[in-house]
Nanobody, 130 residues
Framework: QVLLVESGGGSVQAGGSLTLSCTSS???????????MGWFRQAAGKEREGVASIDEAGTTIYADSVKGRFTISKDNAKNTLYLRMNSLKPEDTAMYYC?????????????????????WGQGTQVTVSS
């Protein structure tokens, strides 16, 4: 059972930056370094949406709404996933979740789809004020 724990959320003003972290544990049979990982967010009253994903090779995919502002990365030695968020906007306000595929291959077209991921963290809240 893979366990994911997010941290780093908080309240910032528009234009500010935050870095979210997601530490993982419990990998057996597969490894954090080879797993597909993603960041998702869910604003109040809205569906959970994919924000960014990263694969074993470090290939990244971003939602159009965050391209050029957010950066996903991972530190395999620390089993930790990151999301650096710059130029934050009020519309970025949401609960942010990290997700792991759990060793399953995900076609690139589905890497921002929530149903492609098996394991989820509890989320960390990001609030951006204008």
């Amino acid at each position: 059972q893979v366990l994911l724990v997010e941290s780093g959320g908080g309240s910032v003003q528009a234009g500010g930056s935050l870095t979210l972290s997601c530490t993982s544990s419990g990998y057996t049979g597969s490894t954090f370094s080879t797993d597909y990982m993603g960041w998702f967010r869910q604003a109040a009253g809205k569906e959970r949406e994919g924000v960014a994903s990263i694969d074993e090779a470090g290939t990244t995919i971003y939602a159009d709404s965050v391209k050029g502002r957010f950066t996903i990365s991972k530190d395999n030695a620390k089993n930790t996933l990151y999301l650096r968020m710059n130029s934050l906007k009020p519309e970025d306000t949401a609960m942010y979740y990290c997700a792991a595929a759990g060793g399953t291959y995900i076609f690139s077209i589905r890497r921002l789809s929530r149903d492609a991921y098996k394991y989820w963290g509890q989320g960390t809240q990001v609030t951006v004020s204008s």
